[in-house]
């Protein structure tokens, strides 16, 4: 029987992210510390036979239609390619994507189109090679387009590309951004930096706001807002110079949709967390070793969503940044 991800609120949860692992390749300075962080013992990550069983409790029991995977970087996480394809064997109809830094994607976008994979969300946060080193900490820029041609070569689209403005960094390069983006046929999505960098560095007054990122798309391009409901999509999306190219702005903490959320997170040592922001986590991984059936397991998740607060609160004074940073939570 299927039951729903419901919380106190009435939101029902039918969009998974799986964090497949918390290390990285990357160092991006909004999310990781220059050095470490020490990474989750590998006794302690969900094994791949464990990641699929609990994506299947999710598909089968609690009405999930749609599985994203993520990190840290899930590209490096051995058995992906074998996730994504007995994922897909759970249901055809569901909707598999990833969100990757594209490192490695060059190689594997054929591999995972082919298990099952139907998209791609990169994250890509300017097209200068000086710019992409000064926030990943790495000289990689060259291995991020590759991925992002093969993605689309291999029919992993539409391919999104997801850009973090820093001020002082990469803010006057948004419109650069946009403009080769549409050149290539990739989706556009800036988002508002949040506070989940492992440094706890992040402040209001140097968030790039989702008005003055219009602000400077704006003074090169006309942007006209799209038709579209915005729904529990996230992203306000605008037409570029009245045209088929779009631009999203996810304004995660000036204009928060938590009240539209339909999002649950499994980490990837099996802690489930119904909000980025959550305070408390519930352990599936210890349930799951200790021999729960798979009932068991999908009524642990349902009492977790019970504790889903309204909204982020990161305007509140009493607002506190999860201890654990985007890269080990699964962004
Ligand atoms: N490594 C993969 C990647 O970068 O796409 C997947 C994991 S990463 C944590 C997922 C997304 O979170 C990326 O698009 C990244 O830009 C975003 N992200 C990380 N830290 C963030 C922050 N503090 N605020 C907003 N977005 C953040
Ligand atoms: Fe790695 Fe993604 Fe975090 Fe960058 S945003 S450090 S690529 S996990």
Redesign the pocket.
């Known amino acids: 029987m299927t039951r729903l991800l419901e919380d106190r609120f009435g939101r029902v949860a039918t969009d998974l992210r799986v964090s497949l692992t918390d290390r ?1 390749n ?3 300075s909004y ?2 510390p220059e050095e470490g962080p020490d990474w989750l013992a590998n006794e302690r990550l969900l094994s791949d036979d464990e990641v699929v069983r609990l994506v299947r409790v999710g598909v089968e029991q609690l009405g999930i239609r749609e599985v994203r995977f993520t ?3 899930p590209l490096v996480r051995r058995g992906i390619v074998d996730i994504v394809r007995r994922s897909r064997e759970i249901d055809p109809a569901l909707e598999l994507s990833l969100t990757s ?1 594209a490192l490695g994607l060059a190689r594997m976008a054929p591999a995972l189109a082919e298990a099952g994979l139907n998209r791609v969300n990169i ?1 890509l946060d300017t097209i200068r090679a000086e710019t992409f080193h000064t926030i ?1 900490r790495r000289d990689r820029l060259h291995d991020v387009v590759a991925g992002l041609e093969a993605a689309h070569a291999a029919g992993l689209g539409p391919v999104k590309i997801n850009a973090v403005l820093l001020r002082g960094v990469n803010d006057d390069q948004a419109a650069e951004l946009l403009g080769w983006a549409i050149e290539h046929g990739y989706h556009l999505r800036f988002i508002e930096q949040m506070p989940l960098d492992a440094q706890h560095g992040w402040t209001r007054e140097q968030m790039v706001t989702a008005d003055e990122i219009l602000a400077s798309l704006e003074a090169v391009f006309d942007l006209s807002p799209a038709v579209e409901p915005r729904g529990s999509a996230p992203a306000e999306l605008f037409l570029v110079n009245g045209g088929a190219a779009t631009v999203g702005v996810i304004a995660s903490v000036t204009r928060p949709f938590c009240g539209d959320c339909d999002r649950v997170r499994l980490t990837a040592d099996g802690q489930v967390r119904n909000c980025l922001f959550a305070r408390e986590e519930s352990d599936l991984r210890a349930a799951l070793r200790a021999g729960a059936s798979d009932e068991e397991l999908a009524d642990r998740w349902v009492i977790a969503m019970r504790g889903k607060r309204a909204g982020h609160g990161i305007d509140d004074p009493t607002f506190l940044q999860p201890d654990r940073p ?2 080990a939570i699964g ?1």
Request: hydrophobic share 20%; aromatic share 0%; net charge neutral.
């Open positions: 990285c990357l160092r991006c999310c990781m990190g840290g970087e830094n994250s990943t985007m890269s962004g």
